[in-house]
């Protein structure tokens, strides 16, 4: 899962970055409104953390340039205390959910966590495939109730084919979803985590339709 993360205050970025990484997610940032934009109008995310008060570009016009041009990514709205008319302003220019500053980080990852669950359909954060359980909150797969060791790369793949489980996902849309910007692909090439998964899941369970991409089945 790739999030999007545009806020110019550097401590507070770096803070969220790495709250969002050890959670399992993969995050671009950007500094200021304009990048902030055009990376999202350019790049598939499957969340956004979206602060208000930005350079440039302030980040209600970035929201309703991305809403008015249909991207239609979840997005977290962070705002400033007391800014109740900053909350509904970004409600009702196309945001998600929001968080007031100062927040604490184990809230705001829940709350990435539930945007990108609720946007694929799912209310609970176990995804039930068969015998094999991805739990969303605790990070972590289970296979007839044992535990499968996964590294961050492999969750982050198994995650994403569960949560379009029985759809076919080609691999530049995994490739898009599963690294940042500046990860160096060379060791773990798709092929290469989607090998290691399959032996770790056992036969069957992730189909490589040719020329189109990969499966999970849902049972
Ligand atoms: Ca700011």
New binding site residues.
């Given amino acids: 899962m790739r999030i999007l993360l545009v806020?110019?205050?550097v401590a507070l970025a770096r803070q969220v970055m790495e709250a969002l990484t050890e959670a399992g997610f993969v995050v671009d940032h950007a500094g200021d409104g304009e990048e902030g934009h055009f990376l999202g109008d350019t790049e598939p995310y499957d969340a956004v953390v979206l602060?208000l008060?930005?350079p440039v570009l302030d980040g209600l016009t970035v929201l309703k340039r991305w809403r008015a041009a249909g991207r239609n990514m979840p997005v977290l709205i962070l705002t400033a205390r007391d800014g109740w008319n900053e909350k509904v302003a970004g409600l009702n220019a196309g945001g998600d959910d929001y968080l007031t500053k100062p927040f604490i980080m184990a809230e705001l990852v829940a709350r990435v966590r539930a945007l990108v669950r609720r946007a694929h359909g799912h209310s609970r954060p176990e995804i039930i495939l068969g015998d094999l359980v991805v739990d969303t909150a605790a990070q972590r797969a289970t296979l007839g109730g044992a535990a499968v060791r996964l590294t961050g790369l492999e969750y982050r793949l198994l995650t994403y084919l569960a949560l379009h489980a029985g759809q076919v996902v080609s691999k530049t849309e995994l490739t898009e979803h599963l690294y940042a910007q500046d990860f160096d692909r060379d060791s773990n090439t798709l092929e290469v985590v989607i090998g290691r998964l399959r032996k770790k899941l056992g036969d069957g369970r992730i189909e490589t339709m040719r020329g189109q991409g990969y499966r999970l089945a849902t049972a």
Avoid: R, S, T, V
Wanted: glycine share 16%; hydrophobic share 15%.
């Fill in positions: 806020e110019d205050h602060d008060g930005l």
